[in-house]
């Protein structure tokens, strides 16, 4: 499993996690590339809560026949000759991570399902269908019906399909959720709807914090899943070097840290920059740039990857970095955070030897 790495510089905070030592390295929307396979398009979006992972999508544009409408999923074949990418079913993905083996406990002793826990898939505007959604994904795959809750912060505007941006997010909660429930079958699903979109800058961000917030001092959530990428650069006073606006935000992941809650963000889809503005042609910045709040160091950041798998499930060959015509695994340097002390040493294993690597400090 390809987990991202956050190259850190400096903070404005202090943090339980870090520590005053500089990264000299300028170094990454997910875990490993999923591509949905009942619409065989897009990329990674799950919350994990056995692997205390989790992934973000972002849907590409296709030819014609994206508006093509599907009676059963697609071969991975097709998929390729259509749409350039590989997809799989849950069974093939569920293969390819051993995760049976947690499902039916041979690998602890005791089934691992998620059972019990909750995760939260935080997402502007949501999905006006995604109980239909998950149903029909269910039926097709053959998994259980699971518990989703939907819980609505502020005043969503009515849904417009015409509207890019809400159809994107539809459909990355639909990915999100069902995906959520594929690696952790016996999880309780909350899909948190917040009213702001939230891409570039910290538009929307207050909202989004105080919802999480608002759930976790409930009580309801284990892991959550962040589906925003706002370029650090992007955030109010950033040029200045005033990153009080963003750093203000940080009160519902120190919240999630107290009550030992996971918080999982996306890297972006953009490669090592991010978009500047939401307006075509979507123009990037020319040098590395950060995400927050995966550049977090109370967050685990997630970047994608690509599998090329037999229909068994088994690996054709190993696990690259997600880097094709529709994106690519995103990353950069953080401007507003140090290094987390955490991040100092990786602990290497191989079928030769354990290793702990540390990095040059």
Known sequence: ??????????????????TNTRSKSKAKRILFRIVLPIVSVGALVAAIIIANVATRAATPKTSATESSSFTSPLSTATCVSWFKVRCYTPAQYRAAYDLTALYNG?????????????????EPYGSPTIRNDLRVFDAKFKLPNPSLTIDRFGKIPPFNPNDVLMAGWAQEATQAVEYSHVFAPGANIVLAETAVE?????????QLMAAQESLINKGIGDVFLETIT??????????????????????????????HVTVIAPSGDSGPTQVIENVTPWPLYKYQVG??????????????????????????????????????????????????????CLLYTSDAADQLLCADL
Do not use: C
Request: aromatic share 8%; charged share 15%.
């Open 106 to 122: 041979e690998a602890t002793g005791r089934p691992i399902t998620g059972a019990g826990e909750t995760i939260v898939v935080m």
């Open 230 to 259: 706002p370029a650090e650069n992007s955030v109010p006073g950033f040029s200045s070097g005033n990153y009080s606006s963003l750093l203000n935000l940080r009160y519902a992941l120190k919240d999630a840290y107290a009550h």
């Open 198 to 206: 939230t891409t570039v800058g910290l538009t929307g961000i207050p």
């Open 291 to 344: 995400t927050w709040p995966a550049t977090d160091p109370l967050v685990t950041a997630v970047g994608g990857t690509t599998l090329d798998l037999k229909p068994s499930g088994d690996r054709l060959s190993p696990d690259v970095t997600w880097h094709d015509q529709y994106g690519a695994s995103g990353g950069g340097p953080s401007a507003v955070f140090y290094r987390p002390q955490y991040q100092n």
């Open 1 to 18: 499993i390809l987990m991202s790495f956050r190259m850190a510089t400096r903070t404005d905070a202090s943090d339980p996690h870090s």
